[in-house]
Nanobody, 125 residues
Framework: QVQLVESGGGLVQAGGSLRLSCAASGRTFRDYAMGWFRQAPGKEREFVGSISWSGTYTYYADYVKGRFTISRDNAKNMVYLQMNSLKFEDTAVYYC??????????????????WGQGTQVTVSS
């Protein structure tokens, strides 16, 4: 059974930084692309970024590009989301997810079969 557990969320002032972590278990982690998504109150869940199986390729939504960085450590079955220059509008529950198959980056939410429970990020203005 695939399990994803996020951590690292919290309250931060605008302009600050946070690092989210996602611990994965239940299958061969290194074979699959990973993604981060977020959902703000009253809004639909949206794509943040994705990382390929090897970590060589990343892909970001325009609204976080240049501020957020995804990385992974396949030896530890971990994926990270470093968030810098946080804005009030980044406030959301952040979810990590893994694709049903394949190692390539993707922003297509339908490709992600397994999801964590989410971690709250609140940015004060």
């Amino acid at each position: 059974q695939v399990q994803l557990v996020e951590s690292g969320g919290g309250l931060v002032q605008a302009g600050g930084s946070l690092r989210l972590s996602c611990a994965a278990s239940g299958r061969t982690f290194r074979d699959y692309a990973m993604g981060w998504f977020r959902q703000a109150p009253g809004k639909e869940r949206e794509f943040v970024g994705s990382i390929s199986w090897s970590g060589t390729y990343t892909y970001y939504a325009d609204y976080v590009k240049g501020r957020f960085t995804i990385s992974r450590d396949n030896a530890k079955n971990m994926v990270y989301l470093q968030m810098n220059s946080l804005k009030f509008e980044d406030t959301a529950v952040y979810y990590c997810a893994t694709v049903v198959a394949g190692g390539s980056v993707s922003s297509d939410m339908s490709r992600y079969a397994y999801w964590g429970q989410g971690t709250q990020v609140t940015v004060s203005s």
